[in-house]
């Protein structure tokens, strides 16, 4: 199995005032390609600080963080994006659609960003769209959706380069039990079809449908193995 | 990437139209001002220096009016001034009233002009009927004339006065040609012809000067063939008059056209730039309005730009967004602002009754202003955004 994903002893520290609050200490974590994993811990524990680490949003205080090999440190924040649209697929919580878009033109978001072609661009978008099954609201601005719809959208976005990594800050947080379900039952297909994805959450019984689970729990990870 | 730019940037203008509108008000005002403004002042004076301008910008006029040991200039003067480099022509005037008259019309209150072959060689007063004089009529004992239209309608109301003669102050003249009295581009012709009721009768000079009983002439138009170097001529023109006059001051005065239009020329161009100047405070303030409009909508956008660079977007990508979007409303505003100053240009000239003449410097002044306050005033808040850090953009609400 090829290890994507190797953080050793990554600290993060935010400076407030005279007072250094240490969120994460010392986590160390390893994934491999086509792992499914759920990191679990309540509110204040520091799941999305390691979210923005992992996603390269921001980067560690100390220790040593290797995305595909490529060691993430303290870079410009130009080769950060550079790294982020190869690499990451970002799902958020809120969705984080562009309200005045249509359905394919948020899906084509990143590729304009990446450089691809109008045409392509669009073929490979409403493709993204009919693989999480919204070939007929190409397109439905993001207020003609319901939650989960949108949710999809924001899915097939995070998709569309083909990220190494698919991460998932509460996914499921703003839907219904329902509708959550439908979103979880997508992230197994993308799974099956060999799509590495790293999903938080603070739900026990969402984070059960991983793979793997890795608590986390003031800043430190305990592992567990399902 | 440029081309998905304008089309975001346009969306955003559209989606907020009555916000874009008012922004770009600033700068149609600023820009319309200064297009009005400048058109008006350049058409206005345009037509003064071209008026000017016909009044001959090649020829030096001397006003000679001598002193207690000599009354004017003699035609051996005459001869010295032709002399001088760079002088195409010398062409001397004489001016008095008399009377014209033929079997029984008498005109007793008519304008007599002494001119020279020169005269009538750079003039351009329509010659109606028959020739202009020339050299072969200035021998002093050749009596041609050419007389203006009130002449022949006083004298000739129903036949062809060529070749006819007419008694002027006593003397028998052959009429040679006729010209139009209107259309006389010497100004100073025009007074004369106008100062008399009866109309005016061109004579060779050398007869007018025995017919005024004087010696020398007192006016003398002096012609350049290079305005480039007409400084330098008109150095040796007035070296030959000082010489003429036996240095003596006061003796004569220059002048001189080129010089004038030059010192018009310069005050138009000032007040033009402070016209303009005044005019761009509207612009400046207009830049101002769209910075504001473009530092709110960053800060009501931060998520989008937290959005945009967690998904690949680079500082420049984002900061390339918002200057094109503050350019293009500037540059909308421009163009309007462009349209509407040509409007006010257009009527207001008319009302003050010059031509409107279209100014391609204003309009790219106008469009040029436009873009430079899109720039200045959109690279604020443009940085703004791309140095937003997308978590902190993302973690607002
Ligand atoms: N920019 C920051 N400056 C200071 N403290 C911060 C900053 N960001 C996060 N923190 C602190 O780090 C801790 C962890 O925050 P984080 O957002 O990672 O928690 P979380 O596990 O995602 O919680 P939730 O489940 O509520 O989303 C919190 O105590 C928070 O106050
Ligand atoms: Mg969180």
């Known amino acids: 199995m090829t290890e994507i994903l190797h953080m050793k002893d990554i600290y993060k520290e935010y400076q407030m005032g005279d007072e250094v609050s240490v969120v994460l200490k010392g986590i160390n974590l390893k994934v491999e390609k086509g792992e499914f994993i759920a990191v679990l811990g309540p509110s204040g524990s520091g799941k999305s600080t390691l979210m923005n680490i992992i996603g390269c949003l921001d980067v560690p205080t100390s220790g040593e963080y290797l995305l595909s090999g490529r060691k993430i440190a303290d870079q410009e924040e130009k080769i950060l994006t550079h790294i982020r649209r190869k690499e990451i697929g970002f799902i958020f919580q809120s969705f984080y659609l562009l309200s005045r878009h249509t359905a394919v033109k948020n899906v084509e978001l990143p590729l304009i960003y990446a450089g691809t072609d109008k045409k392509l661009r669009h073929e490979l978008a409403a493709e993204m769209l009919k693989k999480v099954g919204l070939d007929d609201k190409i397109n439905h601005l993001p207020r003609q959706l319901s939650g989960g719809q949108q949710q999809r959208v924001a899915i097939a976005r995070a998709m569309i380069n083909d990220p190494t990594i698919l991460l998932a800050d509460e996914p499921t947080g703003a839907l219904d039990q329902k509708t959550g379900s439908q979103v979880m039952e997508l992230f197994q297909q993308l799974n099956q079809e060999g799509r590495t994805i790293i999903m938080i959450t603070h739900d026990e019984n969402l984070a059960r449908q991983a793979k793997r689970i890795v608590h986390i729990l003031d800043g430190n990870i305990v592992e567990e193995a399902i | ?397």
């Open chain 2, 1 to 397: 990437m440029l081309k998905e730019n304008l089309i975001m940037a346009w969306d955003n203008i559209k989606n907020s139209k009555m916000r874009s509108f008012l922004t770009s008000l600033g700068i149609v005002i600023g820009v319309s001002a200064v297009i009005a403004l400048i058109t008006i002042v350049q058409s206005a004076t345009g037509e003064m220096m071209s008026q000017f301008e016909s009044m001959g910008t090649n020829k030096i006029s001397v006003s000679a009016s001598g002193n207690v040991l000599k009354s004017g200039l003699t035609s051996t003067d005459l001869d010295n001034l032709s002399k001088i480099d760079n002088v195409s022509g010398v062409a001397p005037s004489v001016s008095l009233t008399g009377s014209a008259g033929k079997q029984g019309v008498l005109l007793d209150e008519v304008s007599i002009m002494g001119k020279n072959e020169k005269y009538f060689e750079v003039d351009n007063t329509e010659i109606t009927q028959g020739r202009k004089l020339t050299a072969a009529d200035m021998d002093g004992h050749t009596y041609t004339c050419v007389i203006d239209q009130d002449i022949q309608a006083g004298m000739f109301p129903n036949e062809n006065p060529i070749r006819q003669t007419i008694k002027i102050n006593g003397q028998g003249y052959e009429i040679a040609g006729v010209r139009d009295t209107e259309s006389s581009s010497d100004v100073m012709a025009g007074f004369n012809a106008s100062s008399t009721a009866d109309g005016t009768v061109i004579i060779p000079y050398r007869n007018a000067l025995a017919l005024s009983g004087g010696s020398t002439y007192s006016s003398v138009d002096i012609y350049i063939a290079d305005i480039s170097l007409s400084e330098q001529t008109q150095a040796n023109v007035e070296a030959v008059l000082d010489a003429a006059f036996n240095y003596k001051d006061n003796s004569y005065r220059i002048m001189d056209m080129s010089s004038i239009v030059e010192t018009m020329n310069s005050m138009s161009t000032m007040l033009t730039a402070l016209l303009a100047g005044i005019a761009s405070i509207a612009l400046v303030v207009g830049g101002i309005g769209i910075m504001n409009m473009m530092l709110v909508s960053v800060t009501e956008r931060t998520k989008e730009i937290g959005l945009r660079k967690a998904l690949g977007a680079e500082p420049l990508q984002i900061q390339a967004l918002f200057i094109i979007e503050a350019l293009t409303l500037s540059l909308i505003g421009g163009i309007i602002g462009i349209f509407l100053g040509l409007g006010i240009s257009v009527i207001t000239t008319a009302l003050i009754g010059s031509t409107f003449a279209i100014s391609w410097m204003a309009i790219a002044i106008g469009t040029g202003f436009s873009v430079a306050v899109g720039l200045i005033f959109g690279w604020t808040p443009a940085k703004k955004a791309s140095n937003l850090k997308p978590i902190d953009a993302l973690r607002t609400d």
